[in-house]
């Protein structure tokens, strides 16, 4: 969703295509249903608490923040707050309020959502998606 939002928000044209017959539905169970949407750290220490070589992510997340995650809620009318481990929720405790902001901002920005829809194959010409079959009946959605 938020690559959806973000590309959406670049003034491309976005199709997010999504199994389940909703969106989010991951969502709404992590934290135990109150949504753990995100840490409170600085982008460094941040990527220093990443398992593994969290390094390879640095340059994804200088371009999309923790803080810009925070501010996208905020606008949308959903305020968060900080717990130990500088981990941050809504302040609701409730997922379906994250999930709710984000569907409002895909919305605001007309992103052309497809549930009950899976992706069988990815066409590529060149290095480069040239077309997306759907579905067993191999449905196409062009570039």
Do not use: H, W
Not at 121 to 135: F, H, P, S
Request: proline share 1%; with cysteine; net charge positive.
């Amino acid at each position: 969703m938020m690559s959806a939002i973000s590309a959406s928000s670049n003034g491309d044209k976005v199709i997010l295509i999504e199994k389940n017959n909703i969106l989010g539905k991951k969502l709404l169970i992590t934290g135990k249903g109150r949504c753990n949407i995100t840490s409170s750290l600085d982008i460094n220490e941040f990527i220093n608490n990443i398992p593994g070589n969290g390094k390879f992510l640095f340059s994804c997340f200088q371009n999309f923040t923790n803080k810009d995650i925070i501010n996208m809620l905020r606008n949308n009318g959903l305020e968060v707050k900080n717990e130990r481990g500088n981990r941050v929720f809504p302040l609701s405790d409730k997922s379906q309020d994250v999930l709710n902001c984000f569907l409002l901002e895909l919305r605001k920005l007309n992103v052309n959502i497809r549930n009950n829809t899976e992706v069988v194959e990815i066409g590529t010409k060149n290095g480069e998606v040239t077309c997306v079959y759907l579905d067993t009946r191999r449905n196409f959605a062009s570039k």
